[in-house]
Each structure stands twice: as structure tokens, then as C-alpha cells.
DNA sequence: CGGTAGCGTGTTTACGTCAACATGTCTATG
DNA sequence: CATAGACATGTTGACGTAAACACGCTACCG
């Protein structure tokens, strides 16, 4: 009789009978001993600890998530894991998480398709979580809405705040005012905007933001050039503003674009900051290092993660719904990729 | 009597037993047919289906893996996550797991200390996981190797092949030899090596190849200078390397600390490629549009992670142990950061 | 027409844990 | 010295699911 040669049923380790066995105690001793409750004498204590180490003992999570109807897990489904701002937030959702004795469940979408996201959703009923995070944009959440099991706590981040889910998000406003703004103060007379695809709110709300503080200084407003978050599209939105000698400072909605337009810019000759001055979005650990030094707008994607976190905790936990969105700031970092417009 | 006014025991949903009673059938049925089985009269698999969607019948994932014995669950120990590597790897894992049917739990260790890795494998032991992948460096891991839990699959990417776990990992060694060879090919005498941190091996191996490639080559070898992996240490060594007029081309280990290296000799007024050529090692998304594109060692961190995942899987479903390592090829991109030596 | 194989369905049971309740023991108090 | 109270420990049962087995019906065969 040798060990697996059951494919179907596969025995993990040893269960509490197991411990109590060795250490001859009952199997409740042992499960006091293992949720370290208080009420068990020192010295069987030691006999059980050491009856767990003989056999190896690991609690068994499933019996233990049938038994209290908790997993103490949060899904989190994503759409694009390597797009930079869902990694860092991911990251921050996972810490959190975690030493909040929460186990994280990653839930991908596999591609965009309609259809994609609603067996996600589906998946999704059939996961072991007590809440959900949606760190997908909102656009494609509306598809599949319907999908989402009744009674499950959500958290949704996004800059959207029409939903029924508590919805947490960097201040996307403020940031992109914060850059128009600088670009402005330097005394540039018009900002242009390199904005993010139209399928994403936080795009929206960056450039709407844009459109209205130039408004609001009674500057005209160029037309918005939209491109896709990759510094392939910001490279060929740079290859085309070169060309254009009124643009003297653009705001581009994130870090990659930005890169990839400042190489467009070297490579007609247009110097940076000299003639014209770029403002990024995000601040990526290399934004520091572009060439120049990237003026960027840095979000706390710590601080969403976390938050996100909290909030859907203190759904599960206390059935708390704030439908009141929470907005994290934004901060402008100056570099060297912004200076006054030449005089001319 | 309002819903959830208990907070230890929430009730989710209903169960077999509800579905059953409403669809008159005994719960075996019902779960004959909520797991596919053919043997379920078309009539009654429709009532049953019927009952379902009125309940809003979700299977219980809980119970479901303790009857089983299996959770389909792997869980991912991760060291830093927003390390660029690791989250292409982790991206590809995610891909892979759920096409296969599995689900992925995220491990975080939350910091380096000796401590906090134990903790994260101690508390892996409590994990509703069949397997793990560990993406942590192996350094780390020795530290804590005891506290893996006896009889858990587990799948290493790294390296390092002197353990008891299945390896999967990037080619280092011909990688660095790549990158080596094309900078000797070019003209140049020799060439310097930014490496990695010394507690990597993956640094370690790309270290050792370059030094071996030389060596074969009758090449002086340079001394190795030591990064961390971040543009700033990058940037660091440009500012130092710049004032060397022996160097010609640079090897550096990955492309953040090349686009660091990349600022500091601009700023140092060096031309790249003409003073001196660099080539990288990633090919990050952005790597083409560094200033100038740079040359690189393109690694597939979506084959690393399919093969880890088919190799958990393997071992998890059928009790297989590769221990021969799988070495992943990389692919040199070549751009325009790389050039023959000025004539002097 | 007796036997049996196949099929749809129901019944029982075990998976590992933990709350509730029950029991036993030891100490403090009137 | 009887009794209550505190505290350590044991016993029972239920969580939702699915395998194993049992049952009864129909179809087919010699």
C-alpha cells in the first residue's frame, strides 16, 4: 500500500484527531490549543504544541471556513496585471490584506471580451472569498454587473462614484488640475493633453480636469490627443507635436506615454525643458531617471490599496456600506522636465 | 430579525439542501448536477437547474475542498511584488492557474528580515493551497527552508538548482553571454558589468557568464560594480563610470539600473552609443523608448511562469518531481544603444 | 418467463473544525 | 464541612458536499 496511489483522494497531512491522539487530549483541546485560547493548562499546552510538531500538523482551512461560514480571503480580480498602477495597487491590497489576517485571491480576467469578464464573475461565485475588490475599469464592470453574486461585499476602485459599491480612488481631479496648473504658472499660455483611451474613467477624469482649469483661467483649450497608457502612443503623439510650434507644455496622462514622447522629442531636435515642457502622471520608481528628470504628478497607490482594504473589511465585518466615495490626493513632483516657455 | 445581525456566523447563501427541497430531489442529485455528471434524467437536471437560479445557489468552496481533500488553489510567496519581474511572472502565473482551473493565492512576504519570511511560510502552512510557487530569491529561502510544510508541492523560480524543489527559471548565463558577445562582436576590448544585488543568484549567475564570456575571449576582466536593481544605484554608477575614458561598453544587469546609468551619462555629457554602448537585460515595455532605445536581453517571464504552473500542477496532480531544472531561453533585442568603439 | 444489466435516484456517511453544553476537579467561603 | 464558583477538559453535533452503496424500474436475452 503505497501513499497516493489514490489520485482522486489526496491526504494531507494530519487533522486535529490526529494531535489529539498523540497527545492524548481531545480533539477540542487541540482546536483551543491551535485558536490559542487561554483556557488550557500550561503544561497540556506544551503536550499538544509538541504532539503538532511530532505530526506535522497544519490546520485544515476548508473545515475551518465550512465551520465558521468565513475563508478570510478577498478576491481580487483584475483586468491588465502588468499595467503599472493595478500592480501597485495589487501589492498594497496584498500587504493590507495580509496583516490584516486576510488571504489574497487573485481573480484575472483573461482578455477583455464581454463575455471574459462575465465568467470572471462567475468564477467568482464559486471562490472561496468573503468580498471582492474590482481593481478592473469600471467600463467593462458594466457589462457584467449583473453577474455579481447578491450579498457579497465589493469594493470597487475606480474614479467612477455611480455605482452601488463603495468606490475608492486617487483624486484624479486634483492631480491633473495640480499639473495644468504648474504648466500654467510657469507662464506657459496653453497646456495641451496627452490623455488615456477613452475606455477608462481615470483617463476621463484627468482630462475633463484639464479641460476645466484651463477654462477656468480663461486659456484656450487645444484639442485632446488620446492614446492608450503606452509609451508606444505617447512616442507617436511626440512625433507629431514636434512638428507643431505652438505647443510649448503638454500634460501627459501617465509616466509611459510621457516617456515614450520625450524620446519622439529628442529625436526631432525639440528640446526638453527648453521648448517644450511635459508633466507626467503616477511617478514610477524610473520617472526620476527619465531623460530630463520627469515633472510628474505621484499617486498614493499605497494609500488606495489600503483603503480599498479597510473599506471592504469593514464590510464583511460589520456590514458598513460608505457609499461616500473616498478620494486619495495626488502630489506634484518637480523636475526637470518643466521650465517658463522660451521667450520668442 | 434583520440579515447579518450575528457577525461571528454569516449565513451565505443558500445550500444543496435548499436547492433539493425546492426542486424535490435529494441533494445528491443536485449535486450531481451542479458538477456535470451525465447520469441525471433531462427533466430533473431542468427543475434542478430551475430551483438553482431561484435560490441563487452558489456551490460552497469551503465544503466543497473538504469533502475533497483538495482546494485547487495555489498559493504565490512573493517577495517584493512591484519588482518588475516578479509581476510579469506573477502575471503569467495568474494566466496560466486560472486557464487550468485553478485559483491564485497571493502570499506577500511583507519584509526581508529572516523573521517575516518564516512568518510568511508559517502562515502558508495554514493556506487552503495545493501548491506553491515561490518567486522569492532563494537566498531568502534558505533562512527559512524548515519551515516548509512536509508534502506540499512546491515549484521554485530561481536559479538555483541545489534544491529539493523543481527550478524554473530565465537562461541567466545565456543571457549574459548574449550580451557579452554582441558588445565584443561590436569591436570593444572588453566590457564592465553593473550586477545585481549579491543577494540574488539570478545576478549572481549573469555575473559569472559575463566574467566566463570574457575570460573565453582572452578579454581583461573589469571589476564588477554592484547594484540593487534601481535606477538610482544605475544612475549612482554612470555618474562614476562616465569620468572612466577606458570604458567603452557597459553590460548592466537590469534595463531600470541601465536607464539610471543611461541619465548619468547624458548628464556627464558621454554620448551612448558613440563614447559608450550599454545593453540591458528584461526588455521592459518601455526599454524601446529609453533615450537612446536601448539594447537588451529580452526574457520570456510569461514561459516561466506557464512552465511553473504546469510543473506544480504536475506534481500536484499526478505526485511527479522533475528535479531537472528548466532553463528558460532569453533573446537579445538589439536597438540603438549599442555601436563598434570611436577610433581613437 | 426468469435472470440480469443498466440507469436514475435516494440514503448514509465522512471530511476536519469548533461552539455549546456537560462533566469533573480543585479552591474559597460561610 | 457543605456548597458554590472557577476552571480545565471531554462529548456531541452541525456546517455543505460528494463518494459509496442501495434501491427500484425498464429493457434485453436465452
Not at 218 to 227: F, M, Q
Amino acid at each position: 500500500m503505497t501513499a497516493g496511489d489514490s489520485p482522486v483522494r489526496r491526504r494531507r497531512g494530519s487533522s486535529m484527531a490526529d494531535v489529539a491522539r498523540i497527545a492524548g487530549v481531545s480533539g477540542q483541546t487541540v482546536s483551543r490549543v491551535a485558536n490559542g485560547k487561554h483556557n488550557v493548562d500550561a503544561t497540556t499546552r506544551d503536550r499538544v504544541l509538541a504532539a503538532m510538531r511530532e505530526v506535522g500538523y497544519r490546520p485544515n482551512s476548508a473545515a475551518r471556513a465550512l465551520r465558521n461560514g468565513q475563508f478570510r480571503s478577498i478576491g481580487v480580480i483584475v483586468f491588465e496585471l502588468s499595467s503599472f498602477g493595478n500592480t501597485r495597487t495589487l501589492d498594497a491590497v496584498a500587504t493590507a490584506a495580509t496583516s490584516s489576517g486576510y488571504a489574497v485571491n487573485l481573480l484575472p480576467v483573461l482578455d477583455a471580451t464581454q463575455g471574459a469578464v462575465s465568467t470572471a464573475f462567475t468564477r467568482l461565485g464559486e471562490q472561496a472569498v468573503d468580498g471582492v475588490i474590482i481593481l478592473i475599469e469600471a467600463h467593462e464592470l458594466d457589462e457584467a454587473e449583473v453577474m455579481l453574486p447578491d450579498g457579497l461585499p465589493v469594493v470597487v476602485v475606480d474614479s467612477s462614484a455611480h455605482y452601488d459599491y463603495p468606490v475608492v480612488d486617487t483624486d484624479q481631479a486634483q492631480g491633473a488640475r495640480l499639473a495644468t496648473e504648474h504648466l500654467l504658472d510657469l507662464g506657459h499660455a496653453t497646456v495641451w493633453h496627452l490623455g488615456g483611451p477613452s475606455s477608462s474613467f481615470a483617463a476621463d477624469r484627468r482630462a475633463r480636469s484639464w479641460q476645466q482649469t484651463l477654462t477656468a483661467r480663461r486659456c484656450a483649450v487645444p484639442p485632446i490627443i488620446v492614446g492608450d497608457w503606452s509609451a508606444d502612443s505617447g512616442y507617436a503623439t511626440g512625433l507629431q507635436l514636434a512638428e507643431n510650434d505652438d505647443v510649448t507644455a503638454i500634460f501627459v496622462a501617465n509616466d509611459h506615454m510621457a516617456l515614450g514622447l520625450l524620446r519622439a522629442l529628442h529625436e526631432k531636435g525639440r528640446a526638453v525643458p527648453g521648448d517644450i515642457s511635459v508633466v507626467g502622471f503616477d511617478d514610477t520608481a524610473e520617472s526620476a531617471h527619465y531623460w530630463p528628470p520627469l515633472t510628474t504628478v505621484r499617486q498614493s497607490f499605497a494609500e488606495v490599496g489600503r483603503r480599498s482594504v479597510d473599506a471592504l473589511i469593514g464590510q464583511i465585518q460589520a456590514g458598513e456600506h460608505h457609499h461616500q466615495p473616498v478620494a486619495v490626493p495626488t502630489e506634484l513632483i518637480v523636475r526637470s522636465s518643466t521650465a517658463p516657455p522660451r521667450r520668442s
